[in-house]
Every structure is written in C-alpha cells, then in structure tokens.
C-alpha cells in the first residue's frame, strides 16, 4: 500500500484564468472547415507506430513539426458534444477540441510533470446564434501554465498564446 498518498493533504488554489473569444463572422460549418484548415491533425496509428518502434526523439520532432502546420499547433482530439446534446430535443452546435503539439509538450512536462493536466488545451468552436457568427473561445496558455508557478514556462506558455492567438485569427480570415 502507498502510504505516501494518505499522509499528502489536498491542495486548493485560486488563479485567474484568462478566457478569449473569436467571433468568426462564419457559419458554424464555415468556421470549423477554417480552424480545421489553420492546424494540423495528430494521426493516432502514426504516433502509435513511433511509439511501438521507440523511434528517436529527432524523427519525433521531424514529424509533429510536419504535421503542425504554419502555427505549429495540431488537433489531437475532436469531440462533437453538441452531436450528442442535441438529442434532447435543442440542436446545440459546438465542439471541443484538444489542441497542442507533443514536442511543445514534452518541454512543458520536463520542467513541471503537473503540465499534463493543461497541455493539451482545449479550444471550443460554437454557435449560440449571436450575429456575429460561430465563436473560437479557449483559455490562455500563458494563464493556465502560471498556475504552476514556474517561471521557467513563461516564454513556452507566451508562444502557445501567440500560436493559438494566430490560428483563430486565421480562421476568422478565411
């Protein structure tokens, strides 16, 4: 038995987080083709295939930066909640998609293993009917990574809101 679990306390913490939303000015379609065209997408059987033939970190990073596209980011999951939402009788439009990049990734859990819970991050693709079309909304990496208290992730986690920041821009533009 690990004891060492029951002789830890629970830690609580209050932090800011901060929040941004992209009006897109498309159609929820529209905007999901966009932000869908402006990041890569994770191949799971490729990843699984490095993985099962322990292949070098080099040709790890050689391939994510293939895949990560013109803001070095990727989808590395996609769940359509309102698919299934809807159901009870309101379409609800919106999706939620974990976004990152395993390189970026693995520098962020080498300095602080507790970055597995923020890395990936989410990014939510919606439409509530507002005029100004379906939104992009995501929490900003560089809030969510203070929560740590490394200093040390402040210019990976800066980066990570320019790159997201770029990507829905570039998606509002299509």
Known sequence: MNTS????????????IQHTCVPTGLSYDAAIRAFEREVGH???????????????WSEIEREIEKIGGSHDLMIIERADLGRVASLSGREKRCLLYLVGNPVIANRIISIDL????????????????????????????????????????????????RKIDAAAAGARTR
């Open 114 to 161: 507790r970055g597995c819970f923020y890395v990936p991050f989410r990014v939510a693709l919606y439409d509530d009917g507002n005029p100004e079309g379906a939104v992009i909304a995501y929490d900003r990496p560089s809030s969510f990574l203070a929560t740590l208290g490394r200093p040390e992730l402040t210019e990976i986690a800066a980066d990570l809101d």
């Open 42 to 56: 994770l191949d799971p059987a490729m990843t699984q295939r490095l993985v099962e033939r322990k292949a070098p």
């Open 5 to 16: 679990i029951k002789s830890q306390s629970a830690v609580r913490r209050s932090d800011t």
